[in-house]
């Protein structure tokens, strides 16, 4: 059984935790005065809230019951998403049934997945992946369609029988299997932020324009997006997103600066190492550099509609506190559960429905007190790039994300990039985006994201060789 708390007021949660004020968790650079921005400055929502609509659609589904069956389509189905997903699947095949995966380069995981729950099709990263595969299924007398590369991942979106798409491949490559989904009709659970965050300018006119349910899959989105269950339209005032502060959350500025001068070795294994959750690789460095904060910054703006001067980010340890919102009477709504990323996703493939899991209850009494805290500016300057992305708007956030991915593989390949190189290779590939025409703020197609995507991933890759080598030194200053 899991226990999601909905705290309506703060002045109960704050009888167990430090306390703290709306100020106090403001940066210093993106200040919002005390009364909300003007609503013409938000955007309409991806996400099912902030609409008559939405509310009426709520209702609908709760009061049908639980007695649903749903097809899901696995998107990275090898991986930590795709693996905990299937975790549900396994726990409540009354209600789901996985009929299509895509997986990458785990295809032994992916046939021992594949003769468990007999999907209709699957696919794998390469044509060789694809053929040995299918000899394995062929060994053990199991039909199963196999495809490969990004049109297989495309396929799988597409399988006529699945009717959600849970989202939990990485980066980019997730961006255009999610829009053949929408178009045709498939309700989307979202663990991939890269869709929204790159491709937001297509994603959200796509999602109403099929009226498909676009359902946040990570915990923090999908807390926000729990607290928002019932509030009425415009309700909302502003959105808190809640980090853990990732590996170096203990160090002050100088001391991380001083360690990754000193000893690169050391941040190169820490810097991979999250200390509450257990993710993938990537969101883990990610959480490192707390860039993961910022992209999660621009997909709340796509998926809830605030204005960026709305969202907040406050560090909290503990990651139990997984967001929170303020509604326009000033009262905080919060959802709190233990690290596990199975809680945000059981919601995101049941919603509206609660169902009943057999997970560890959250018990405050156990955890003792909760904290917050800002976040250090200066010692995460990823923040701050991830707001001036998103408010420049258009492929501007595509570039960032694109750069982002970039470097963050070349640090965890062990190239030699350091780990204050990270947010100056992004910061450098904003800047040259706009000289060589690559921002673009007016009808940016699907094409103009991908061309984006594509030129900040070179101009990373040349720029980390050059200061590997040392023939510049001088080019990320």
């Known amino acids: 059984m899991y226990i999601f708390l909905s705290v309506i007021s703060m002045l109960v949660l704050m009888s167990a935790v430090k306390a703290f004020t709306p100020s106090s968790i403001r940066s210093t650079r993106y200040v919002s005065s005390k009364s909300a921005v003007p609503r013409d400055l938000w955007i309409p929502p991806s996400a099912p809230v902030d609409s008559e609509a939405a509310l009426q659609l709520t209702l609908k589904k709760s009061l049908e019951g639980a007695t649903f069956k749903k097809n899901l389509a696995i998107l990275g189905s090898t991986g930590s998403i795709g693996t905990q997903t299937l975790d549900i699947v396994r726990a ?95 309700d ?57 502060g990732g590996a170096f959350r203990d160090f002050s500025k100088d001391e991380l600066f001083n360690l990754c001068r000193d000893d690169p070795a050391a941040v190169q294994k ?26 999660e910054v621009i997909e709340a703006h796509y998926l809830f509609g605030a204005a960026y001067d709305d969202i907040d980010i406050v560090v909290h340890p503990q990651s139990i506190v997984h967001s929170m919102v303020e509604m326009q009477d000033t009262s905080v709504i919060s959802q709190m559960g233990w690290a596990d990323m199975r809680l945000p996703l059981v919601y995101a493939v049941s919603w509206p429905q609660r169902l009943r899991m057999d997970f560890k209850p959250l018990d405050l009494a156990e955890i003792g007190s909760l904290t917050f805290k800002a976040p250090d500016h200066k010692k995460y300057p990823c923040i701050n790039l991830c707001y001036e992305a998103g408010r420049a708007g258009g492929t ?20 030699g990039l350091g780990f204050l190189d990270i947010p100056k290779l992004i910061e450098a ?23 984006g995507d594509n030129w900040a991933r070179e101009f990373v890759a040349g720029k980390t060789e050059k200061l590997v080598k040392g023939q510049n030194p001088q080019i990320l200053v």
């Open 92 to 186: 409540k095949p009354e209600n789901f049934a996985a009929v299509a995966l895509s997986a990458g380069r785990n295809i032994n995981l992916l046939v021992e997945q594949i003769k468990e729950f007999r999907p209709v099709c699957a696919s794998t990263q390469t044509h060789k992946d694809a053929d040995a595969v299918r000899a394995m299924l062929k060994d053990a007398g199991i039909k199963c369609d196999i495809f490969h590369g990004i049109d297989g991942v495309d396929e799988v979106a597409k399988c006529a029988e699945a009717d959600t798409v849970v989202t939990g491949i990485v980066g980019a490559v997730g961006l255009q299997p999610t829009m053949s989904a929408i178009r045709l009709g498939k």
């Open 188 to 244: 989307i659970a979202l663990a991939n932020k890269e869709t929204l965050i790159s491709g937001g300018p297509v994603i959200n006119p796509l999602v109403k324009e099929f009226g498909v349910n676009l359902l946040p899959a990570d915990s923090e989105h999908s807390a926000i997006f729990q607290s928002l269950q019932g509030c009425p339209p415009e309700g909302l005032r502003r959105v808190i997103l809640t980090a853990s």
């Open 270 to 295: 820490k810097a991979t190492t999250h200390p509450n959750w257990d993710m993938g690789a990537k969101i883990t460095l990610d959480s490192a550099t707390m860039c993961n904060k910022g992209l």
């Open 396 to 415: 501007m956030t595509a570039i960032l994300n694109a750069a982002n991915e970039a470097a963050n593989e070349k640090f965890r390949e062990n190239v």
């Open 429 to 451: 590939s904003m800047e040259a985006a706009k000289d060589e025409g690559l921002y673009k703020t007016d009808d940016v197609t699907l094409d103009d994201i991908l061309a």
